[in-house]
């Protein structure tokens, strides 16, 4: 028997609750999974709170174990790639949506969605990544295919204060970029100063709708919150800039125009962090085994237990958790 969140949709109402699990539950729930992991450390991640709260039709499988991401020791193995013993990771590939997921002491994966562990993190770290850690450096790793440097001006990051934006402040500063950090919690400004915004502005002046074309400022973009944000950022952004687009906090609305397209040759690239190819993933993980600071990552990260990961979600949702939640399962 294993602990895990269990999410259930009977005639008679939705449900979230802590439970525990045989493993013949487990394996009746993932027969196609050739992989099982004692998982150590998992996350709450903003899609894991739509689920646990039922906010939005997230998961599309009933019953459910949740979480979209989990890190920890492989105990048996028939995929060629793993062995008992190994240590990995796990981002998506619809875990917790249409597969049981890793909020649970143990999980049933697919060995081709696993990445070996990077040397120099262990599970704790992986997991105070996450999800929106790896989501910060794919949309990095966008911008820099697109060649944006830190000599051509400003990166603006919005959502700074959540999960992605934190992690991809640490990241671009760390980098030599200057960062303007948009966010609608004033009193987290210390919080993103200290992880390396050069600026803090209030995220009223990109959510309203504006002009097609604006004031052009941004090298590029960093956008977790989508909409009128996004449309905005697209129309500040400088002749031949990039914007890696990856959340829609803000709303899955585009009310934007092709006019920063084709009259400044704007690039806009949507980040997909569900279906990542697993050679981008490795690649994700190793730099960030290597680029993010440590200790901005603990200044980032807050450690919970499967119980009060439950009582989290739905403060994520209304905006009030900042940066990242990881999940310590065995508490």
Sequence with gaps: MFDALYLEKPESGFSATRRQLSDEELAAATPDADVTVRIEYSTINYKDALAITNRSPVVRRWPMVPGIDGAGVVESSSHPGFA???????????????????????????????????????????????????????????????????AQGEILVTGAAGGVGSVAIALLARLGFRVVASTGRAAEADYLRALGAAEVIDRATLSEPGKPLQKERWAGVVDAVGSHTLANACAQTKYRGTVAACGLAGGMDFPATVAPFILRG???????????????????????ATELDPAQLERITTIVGLDEALKLAPQMLAGKVRGRVAVDVNR
Excluded: F
């Design 84 to 150: 008992a013993g190994d240590r990995v990771i796990l981002n998506g590939w619809g875990v917790g949506e249409t597969h049981w997921g890793c909020l649970a002491q143990r999980a049933r994966l697919e060995g081709d969605w696993l990445v070996a562990m990077p040397a120099g993190i262990d599970a704790r770290r992986a997991m105070a990544i996450g999800t929106a850690g790896y989501t910060a450096m794919l949309c990095v790793m966008a911008l820099e295919r697109r060649g944006v440097m830190p």
């Design 266 to 288: 704007v690039t806009l690239v949507g980040v997909d962090s569900v279906m990542c190819p697993i050679d981008e993933r490795r690649e994700a993980w190793r730099r960030l």
